[in-house]
């Protein structure tokens, strides 16, 4: 079955950085687009984040847009989350998720992805 497993998250100061990665197992890595979501206490889970099947393409929340960027290692079932110049905002759990759509304009919707990861949380403090 698919497995997605998040690590990195943490405690960090505002201003600082943490890099977050999902490894992925069992289906072949490379057909699926991935996603980084994230949910802080009381609110709706919020999209961060996606990068197409190859990796050409990445799309990002305007809240992240230019502090977070989003790669993927295909040949390390791997993707992964930069985040730079972290806020108290960007406090919540960071999920990934994997999808088959391809459509760009779908990318940023929680319904489209069909395997989630546990969630790893990250915490920024002021």
């Known amino acids: 079955q698919v497995q997605l497993v998040e690590s990195g998250g943490g405690l960090v100061q505002a201003g600082g950085s943490l890099r977050l990665s999902c490894a992925a197992s069992?289906?072949?890595?490379?057909?699926?687009?991935m996603g980084w979501f994230r949910q802080a206490p009381g609110k709706e889970r919020e999209f961060v984040a996606a990068?197409?099947?190859?990796?050409?393409?990445?799309y990002y929340s305007d809240s992240v847009k230019g502090r977070f960027t989003i790669s993927r290692d295909n040949a390390k079932n791997a993707v992964y989350l930069q985040m730079n110049s972290l806020k108290p905002e960007d406090t919540a759990v960071y999920y990934c998720?994997?999808?088959?759509?391809?459509?760009?304009?779908?990318?940023?919707?929680?319904?489209?992805?069909?395997?989630w990861g546990q969630g790893t949380q990250v915490t920024v403090s002021s």
């Open positions: 990068i197409s099947r190859s990796g050409i393409s990445t």
């Open positions: 069992g289906r072949t890595f490379s057909n699926f687009a």
């Open positions: 998720a994997q999808t088959g759509v391809r459509e760009p304009r779908f990318v940023k919707l929680p319904g489209a992805y069909d395997y």
